[in-house]
């Protein structure tokens, strides 16, 4: 069964950083693409980043260009994002997913003073 | 970037009526279209994939059609446990983008 399963969700001041990880089973990591995708209070998806499987090519939102960072670790069938600089505006619940067919529960970014 | 419309932004309808939802892309994505369903306080979950290809366990009464910039998501006879908000997205071209969704309300 595919399962996958975030972590690392929390308040943070504006201007903080934090790192959010996908722990990933049930399938062969390393070779399916992997997103985050985010969704503020009350409002719709909005895709993130993308990282590919084997060769990691990344892709990111302009959104969050140069600010955050995703990565994998296909030995410990895991996905990451590094969250930098983050704004009030950063504030949301944050999914990964795979094929949009499989999807974690979700881990809450509350960004705020 | 491609900017999905979707409309409208809510529906209320009854049980077993029939569902049209509607989205429009800015520019040609070919059949690259998924529909996406959220129902309140859980993940999203894929319905439909490459514009019309039902995904694993989703009934019958869900299809959908269209390509290049306009696609429709069709519940053939709505009931009680379609209420959601309704996404389309696209993986023509990144970055990837998601409609606004559609809300469907049950009378």
């Known amino acids: 069964e595919v399962q996958l399963v975030e972590s690392g969700g929390g308040l943070v001041q504006p201007g903080g950083s934090l790192r959010l990880s996908c722990a990933a089973s049930?399938?062969?990591?390393?070779?399916?693409?992997m997103n985050w995708v985010r969704q503020a209070p009350g409002k719709g998806l909005e895709w993130v980043s993308h990282?590919?499987?084997?060769?990691?090519?990344?892709y990111y939102a302009d959104s969050v260009k140069g600010r955050f960072t995703i990565s994998r670790d296909n030995a410990r069938n895991s996905l990451y994002l590094q969250m930098n600089s983050l704004r009030v505006e950063d504030t949301a619940v944050y999914y990964c997913?795979?094929?949009?067919?499989?999807w974690g529960q979700g881990t809450l970014v509350t960004v705020s003073s | 970037e491609i900017v999905l419309t979707q409309s409208p932004a809510t529906l209320s309808l009854s049980p077993g009526e029939r569902v049209t939802l509607s989205c429009r892309a800015s520019?040609?994505?070919?059949?690259?279209l998924a529909w996406l369903q959220q129902k309140p306080g859980q993940a999203p979950r894929l319905l439909i994939y490459?514009?019309?290809n039902r995904a694993t366990g989703i009934p019958a009464r869900f299809s959908g059609s269209g390509s290049g910039t306009d696609f429709t998501l069709t519940i053939s006879s709505l009931e009680p446990e379609d209420l959601a908000v309704y996404y389309c997205q696209q993986r023509s071209t990144w970055p990837l983008t998601f409609g606004g969704g559609t809300k469907v309300e049950i009378k």
């Open positions: 049930g399938f062969i990591f390393s070779s399916y693409g």
């Open positions: 990282i590919t499987g084997r060769d990691s090519n990344i």
């Open positions: 490459d514009a019309s």
């Open positions: 997913a795979r094929d949009w067919a499989y």
């Open positions: 520019q040609s994505i070919s059949s690259y």
